[in-house]
Nanobody, 121 residues
Framework: QVQLVESGGGLVQAGGSLRLSCAAS????????MGWHRQAPGKQRELVAA???????NYADSVKGRFTISRDNAKNTVYLQMNSLKPEDTAVYYC???????????????WGQGTQVTVSS
């Protein structure tokens, strides 16, 4: 079993910053990509940022220049630094990871439980 646990969400005023963390634990041999998605009330879940095991990153256009994704492979942890937050960033943020449980096995996708980010105007 693999578990992903997010932390760092909360309430912040527009223009402020938050740093989200997500730690993976359990039966992990290696992790390919890790990422963050978000879902606002009444909206579809959308990709915010992703990072490969080699450090290549991808961002949604709406967060480029404001958010930074990073990872610590030794700790199986991914981070999302969010600066210059806007009310439209308000959503539940979900961590995900593509995980191989042992050598030679296919990877499986896992999701965290989500952490609420609320940005007030």
């Amino acid at each position: 079993q693999v578990q992903l646990v997010e932390s760092g969400g909360g309430l912040v005023q527009a223009g402020g910053s938050l740093r989200l963390s997500c730690a993976a634990s359990g039966r992990i041999f290696s992790i390919n990509a890790m990422g963050w998605h978000r879902q606002a009330p009444g909206k579809q879940r959308e990709l915010v940022a992703a990072i490969t095991s080699g450090g290549s990153t991808n961002y949604a256009d709406s967060v480029k220049g404001r958010f930074t994704i990073s990872r610590d492979n030794a700790k199986n942890t991914v981070y999302l630094q969010m600066n210059s937050l806007k009310p439209e960033d308000t959503a539940v943020y979900y961590c995900n990871a593509d995980v191989r449980s042992s050598f030679g096995r296919l990877s499986s996708e896992y999701w965290g439980q989500g952490t609420q980010v609320t940005v007030s105007s």
